[in-house]
Antibody, heavy 119, light 113 residues
Framework: QVQLVQSGAEVKKPGASVKVSCKVS????????MHWVRQAPGKGLEWMGG????????IYAQKFQGRVTMTEDTSTDTAYMELSSLRSEDTAVYYC????????????WGQGTTVTVSS | DVVMTQSPLSLPVTLGQPASISCRSS???????????LNWFQQRPGQSPRRLIY???NRDSGVPDRFSGSGSGTDFTLKISRVEAEDVGVYYC??????????FGQGTRLEIK
């Protein structure tokens, strides 16, 4: 059974970057399609990007193109999401979530990482 | 991008009564392989989202059979046959047919009257 454990809460200043980690257990990263979804306070779910197993590439939502980088360390089965040029609107809970078939949505979710952007 | 529109956005329900949530997509969600990739998620207060249903009507393991999904094309429904206290939370529909990107509905907040 897949389990995802994310890194702890972060507080960042506007303009800085944040890197959130997501440790996979129960499976190896190469067997999964990893996605990142965020949720601003009191708001809904917003997909940021994820791995397309058909193309073998990571795809980013257009809104985050140029600001987000999703990487994987297969030696430690840890995925990372780095978001740069942070602004107050990036304050949110960031979730990693895995899927065996991306079109079916994410079937396992991490516990979430709160990122607060404040001067 | 495909826009997912849910209604109602707030749903007060009496314990033991049925509940129904509608989800409409701005384009047909029938994919070229014949499948319809419309999925439902539940997010209980203070918890991470959890997938309930995938491909319109397939319940995930451990999901009570009081939850059911139906629909086709652009119109979909999540039904709870008899609401229990543990069902309180926000429900989201999500389309995967036209990914990327994956898009979610705005969410429907279910509460007990």
């Amino acid at each position: 059974q897949v389990q995802l454990v994310q890194s702890g809460a972060e507080v960042k200043k506007p303009g800085a970057s944040v890197k959130v980690s997501c440790k996979v257990s129960g499976y190896t990263l190469t067997e999964l399609s990893m996605h990142w979804v965020r949720q601003a306070p009191g708001k809904g779910l917003e997909w940021m990007g994820g791995f397309d197993p058909e193309d073998g590439e990571t795809i980013y939502a257009q809104k985050f193109q140029g600001r987000v980088t999703m990487t994987e360390d297969t030696s430690t089965d840890t995925a990372y999401m780095e978001l740069s040029s942070l602004r107050s609107e990036d304050t949110a809970v960031y979730y990693c979530a895995t899927s065996t078939i991306p079109r079916n949505g994410m079937d396992v979710w991490g516990q979430g990482t709160t990122v607060t952007v404040s001067s | 991008d495909v826009v997912m529109t849910q209604s109602p956005l707030s749903l007060p329900v009496t314990l033991g009564q049925p509940a129904s949530i509608s989800c409409r997509s701005s384009q047909s969600l029938v994919y070229s392989d014949g499948n319809t990739y419309l999925n439902w998620f539940q997010q209980r207060p203070g918890q991470s989202p959890r997938r309930l249903i995938y491909k319109v009507s397939n319940r995930d393991s451990g999901v009570p059979d009081r939850f059911s999904g139906s629909g086709s094309g652009t119109d979909f429904t999540l039904k709870i046959s008899r609401v229990e206290a543990e069902d309180v939370g926000v429900y989201y529909c999500m389309q995967g047919t036209h990914w990327p990107p994956i898009t979610f509905g705005q969410g429907t907040r279910l509460e007990i009257k």
